[in-house]
């Protein structure tokens, strides 16, 4: 009643909220104060203090000149990737080639505003990153599920017949993927890009955030003589920067002028580019522990597998493992013994990420007393 003073109850479907948006849940993971966190594919190792002491003379230098916009089309940034890339993805990368955002999710945002929107369409072949569905329903892009086998690889024929059926506007694939981290071949890329050209012709995004850790090569290369192909890429993961939010994708300069057209004025802050910049600066250091994490991701795989669980295929820096009666009671008992790691939703499942060394036995130690406490 007005003027009683009394709470009344109102929430978010009592706004005037898009019908897509309503019932939905906001994307995350449980941020819980635990011993030992593997829950959100970071990377554990923190910045070299070379690195830190490079990143405060770069934000220094560019606090310099705070009351001035950054450079809006981060230039200098965009240059640096590209030589990364072309140094690292065996294909070569010019400025023009490369965009850069506020972590990959904007560019997949940006892609979705320039690409998608009301009365198109994108797919995706789930089991797979949460978010691209999300970015589509918040761009007013209609998400279509793909389909993928029981073992979670994508059949080319399937995926071929779902493309012709829907005739969608964005294709995406993710490769490593997330949440179960298998790789997708390049002949099955291609023929997927093929039957997206010949549906629509569609743009079709590799998203490629966990390359790094692949025992594979980037698919990078595919980028030759197809212009409506883009391949997306964080520096939250490899070069252990989640907090700095930069992602970036190469694709044909054209591509780069479309997406220019939906970011906002000069999005990326100086701050940003100064950090990303200095980052790259110490490629070959922060390389280095992405090795380390990989003996230790192949680990995680052959001790799971050891004990009798079942394990994907894993090219990324997290393996998905199980299977169990109840995942989220598994995911609980894990939690128990004082280990955080995710519960994706694949049934039967949960996901762990690569820490170190000592992480990763206190995450054995928790899931072989796991196996032994289901098994009584």
Do not use: C
């Not at 003073?5 to 929430?11: A, L, N, Y």
């Not at 995926?159 to 490593?176: C, K, L, N, Q, S």
């Not at 762990?352 to 990763?360: C, D, F, K, L, Y």
Request: aromatic share 6%.
């Amino acid at each position: 009643m007005e003027g009683s003073g009394e709470q009344v109850s109102f929430g978010i479907d009592d706004l005037p909220v898009r019908d897509e948006l309503r019932g939905k849940s906001p994307y995350g993971a449980p941020q819980l104060d635990v011993p030992v966190r593997l829950n959100t594919n970071e990377n554990p190792y923190p910045l070299p203090g070379p690195l830190v002491e490079r990143i405060a003379e770069r934000v220094r230098e560019a606090a310099r000149d705070l009351n001035r916009y950054p450079d809006r089309d981060a230039v200098e940034l965009r240059t640096e990737l590209a030589k990364y890339l072309t140094r690292t993805g065996g294909y070569p990368i010019g400025t023009e080639n490369v965009w850069a955002a506020n972590g990959s999710n904007e560019v997949i945002q940006q892609l979705l505003q320039a690409f998608g929107g009301p009365g198109r369409t994108a797919i995706g072949f789930e089991p797979s990153y949460s978010m691209h569905a999300l970015i589509a329903r918040g761009t007013g892009t209609g998400w279509i599920p793909g389909p993928r086998n029981e073992d979670f690889t994508i059949d080319p024929a399937a995926g071929e017949r779902a493309i012709a059926t829907h005739r969608p506007d964005v294709v995406f694939i993710t490769t490593p993927n997330n949440p179960t981290g298998n790789t997708v071949p390049a002949a099955t890329v291609i023929a997927l890009y093929e039957a997206a050209q010949r549906a629509k012709p569609s743009m079709v995004v590799v998203d490629e955030a966990y390359v790094e850790f692949s025992h594979g090569d980037s698919l990078l290369p595919l980028l030759a003589d197809r212009p409506h192909l883009v391949v997306s890429r964080t520096m939250s993961k490899a070069f252990g920067a989640a907090g700095l939010r930069l992602g970036y994708l190469a694709a044909h300069p054209a591509v780069v002028d479309a997406v220019q057209l939906v970011r906002l004025p000069y999005h990326l802050s100086a701050i940003t580019q100064a950090t990303a910049l200095a980052a790259l600066e110490h490629t070959d250091t922060l390389l280095g522990y992405v090795e380390q994490l990989k003996a230790e991701r192949d680990r995680l795989v052959t001790e799971l597998r050891a004990m009798g669980y079942e394990v994907t295929e894993s090219d990324a820096n997290f393996v998905q493992f199980g299977r169990f009666r109840n995942a989220q009671d598994a995911w609980r008992r894990i939690l128990d013994r004082g280990v955080l790691v995710r519960d994706n939703g694949v049934p039967g499942r949960l996901r762990v990420s690569a820490g170190t060394p000592q992480e990763n036995d206190a995450f054995l130690d928790a899931v072989r007393d796991l196996k032994k406490e289901l098994e009584a």
